[in-house]
């Protein structure tokens, strides 16, 4: 994919679907003070460029019966390339676990992990995660409440 500069528009465009992905073309094109047809035009190079990587709608967990969000710290017993790749595949077979992140420092991943209650929580923890054969060490915290949730990157778009 090969990006070009961003100019002004392009970043209101950004920072306008970003807020809110099922905006009409007329309206962000309204917001971002160009016609329609052009601002179409941009929002797909914006998407063919890879600046845009998807849509998607944010679900409440707990409306769906997921109580329980919690984080696992993990540590690997190996860092070679192999092994970090094949955690990194194992992790992507899980569903419960809906972030993951290598890390510098004292731990290797942190796994964003939610479950219907804290019963499945820990039976992920320790039938699934702490059962991987490269997996030394675990150390979890449950989300008592979430203080903010801001998806994305600060765009900065005057327009």
């Known amino acids: ?19 809110d992905g ?11 003070k160009i016609t329609a047809p052009p601002c179409l035009r941009r929002m797909r190079a914006l998407e063919k460029s890879g ?5 998607h709608a944010e679900l409440d967990a707990k409306s769906l019966g ?10 690997l017993s ?9 955690f990194e595949e194992h992790v992507r077979s899980w569903p419960a676990v809906r972030e993951c992140y290598m890390l510098s ?26 059962a991987e054969k490269n997996v030394a060490s675990v150390k979890t915290a449950l989300v008592i409440h979430a203080s903010k949730i801001e998806p994305g990157v600060p765009i900065d778009a005057k327009v």
Do not use: C, P, W
């Open 78 to 86: 190996s860092q070679h390339d192999h092994d970090l790749k094949q």
């Open 51 to 55: 600046y845009i990587q998807g849509y």
């Open 105 to 130: 420092g004292e731990v290797d991943f942190i796994l964003k992990v939610v479950a219907r209650d804290l019963s499945s929580f820990q039976n992920f923890i320790t039938d699934v995660l702490t």
């Open 1 to 19: 994919m090969e990006h070009h500069k961003l100019d002004s528009i392009d970043l209101k465009i950004l920072a306008e679907l970003q807020a």
């Open 66 to 75: 997921f109580e329980v969000t919690g984080f696992a710290f993990v540590g």
């Open 22 to 32: 099922r905006i009409t073309n007329v309206e962000l094109s309204r917001r971002a």
